[in-house]
Structure formats: structure tokens, C-alpha cells
């Protein structure tokens, strides 16, 4: 289940589904939003999880990425709606540094 457009009752659904049948669940998805806040259901996931796995992405410099820009013509995007559907063009994952300063290709 792709855990951005949950909400944190469908995750308090899903631990309850959890332990009353005796079932496994696997989520993914993005823990934050464009402006490095977590979404609402990954925020309720990682207070509940059994066990949290993370899939490193890695920054255009080589190092951990752990923001997800949101970008138009070139530039990040600092506002705007929380979900914009538009697909990988519109976002580029990026380290803090690259992240805090715009800059999102060397």
C-alpha cells in the first residue's frame, strides 16, 4: 500500500486488521512531503510499526537523500498543495545542503 495518501485512521485501521486477523502488512512510500513534513499516515506508521525499512536514495552528489523537491522550470518549489500528482519530472530527491540551498543537479 503506498502510505503517502493514507490518513492516520486508516493506519490505526490496518494495525487493528494487523492484530485481530494475525496478518502481515507491508506498506511504502514517502515518509515527508516536498517541504520536509511528514505525511499524516507515515507519521501514524512509524508510531505503530513493528518494524520500519528504509530504501536509501542517494543525492545527485553522491550523498543520502532525504528530501523529496518538488520542481518547476528548474527550480524547487517551497508552497503549493501537499500532493500534486505529476510523476518523476516534477521531483527530485536530494540531500539537506542541496535541498536548503535549490540547487538540484551539479
Known amino acids: 500500500m503506498k502510505l503517502n495518501f493514507y490518513k492516520k485512521k486508516q493506519v490505526d485501521e ?11 502488512v507491508i506498506c511504502y512510500g514517502l515518509r515527508t512531503d ?34 523529496n523537491a518538488r520542481v518547476k522550470a528548474g527550480k524547487i518549489v517551497r508552497g503549493g498543495e501537499q500532493i500534486e500528482m505529476g510523476g518523476n519530472k516534477s521531483y ?14 551539479a
Do not use: N
Open 14 to 24: 490496518l494495525a487493528r486488521l494487523v492484530d485481530e486477523y494475525h496478518i502481515s
Open 34 to 67: 516536498f517541504t520536509s513534513h511528514l505525511f499524516d499516515g507515515a507519521k501514524r506508521l512509524m508510531e505503530l510499526a513493528d518494524v520500519i525499512e528504509e530504501i536509501p536514495t542517494i543525492c545527485w552528489c553522491g550523498k543520502k537523500a532525504q528530501f
Open 92 to 105: 527530485v530527491s536530494l540531500c539537506r545542503r542541496h535541498y536548503m540551498s535549490g540547487k538540484i543537479h
